[in-house]
């Protein structure tokens, strides 16, 4: 078996490559003058591991052609950062269900696929391919551990990230809740736990993915003025568009943890170990 990856994600396809023994494929990527996307992939094995995060929209179409470059060989798709996922619902008429769209295409011609910490599992079913999902939950949670913090509190922005931040905490039999935002008049939201006090606790904001920063921005203001000693920043993956770094470090945030699922330079946790766990077995039809 071999993996290969789109460009964007070749420290965690190194990564995977080495927790499974194996090598990874050399690519050459180029472009046309009109700016059409171009690959040339080395050899492959019988077995190969497409190992390709889509970021952006180059992103999407160099993992449609390294799917068609790698014909013939038995292959399996790993999505560490599905794009477009978010957009799992159709809300106005004539709107695409761009989560369908995607996992549609970038399936096809692959005989299993496995997405991390994907934003709505139930996009799963769109794959043309059986598809799972594995979480990293206990990887951050292990991060974690080693800041050495005392006492810290494990909080979901939202009731919807609460299961993924009581996996995250059960790691240090931490505490965990998540956020509840009061509307107090027309521009002024509050943010506080639910059930617990932050007072006197560092606090760590544990969530899917970090986009624009302002979810977690705006309540690492709220938090401090409850009290809350520190506040970090944790997720899966660190779109951190936008300028999403400063905001949050602005916002008085100490760190940002997330994983290579996107390759920043806070990706401190890696997927490689999960991922490979995963490819021991394989999800039939
Ligand atoms: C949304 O449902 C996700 O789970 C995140 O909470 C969201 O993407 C964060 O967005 P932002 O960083 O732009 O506030």
């Known amino acids: 078996m071999k993996v290969i990856c789109t460009e964007k994600s070749q420290i965690l396809a190194t990564r995977l490559a ?69 957009q799992d619902r159709k809300i106005r008429q004539g709107e695409p269900l761009s989560a369908r769209a995607v996992a549609q295409a970038i399936s096809r011609g692959v005989s299993e696929c496995i997405t991390v910490n994907i934003h709505e599992p139930d996009v799963l079913r769109f794959f043309g391919a059986p598809a799972r999902n594995i979480s990293l939950a206990k990887d951050i949670g292990t991060y974690i551990s080693t800041l050495n913090l005392k006492n810290p509190l494990i909080l979901a922005p939202d009731e919807g990230a609460l299961a993924f931040a009581g996996q995250v905490a059960s790691v240090g039999g931490w505490e965990f809740d998540h956020l509840e935002k009061t509307r107090l008049n027309g521009e002024q939201v509050s943010m506080t736990p639910k059930v617990l006090s932050v007072e006197s606790h560092p606090v760590v904001i544990v969530d899917d993915i970090i986009s624009t920063g302002g979810t977690i921005a705006t309540s690492a203001g709220m938090l401090y003025s409850q009290g809350a000693t520190d506040v970090y920043a944790s997720c899966v993956h660190g779109v951190l568009t936008g300028g999403a770094y400063v905001r949050l470090m602005e916002a008085g945030i100490r760190d940002i943890i997330c994983s290579d699922t996107i390759e920043r330079g806070c990706s401190k946790v890696s997927a490689a170990g999960q991922i490979s766990d995963a490819l021991k077995t394989r999800k039939k039809r």
């Open 18 to 86: 080495r927790a499974q023994k194996t090598t990874v494929v050399d690519v050459k990527y180029s472009r046309f003058p009109d700016g059409e996307s171009y690959l040339v992939a080395g050899e492959l094995d019988d077995e190969t591991v497409i190992v390709s995060s889509v970021v952006d929209n180059d992103a999407f179409v160099q993992l449609l052609l390294l799917i068609d470059a790698c014909e013939g060989s038995d292959l399996r798709l790993v999505i560490p950062y599905m794009g477009y996922a978010r």
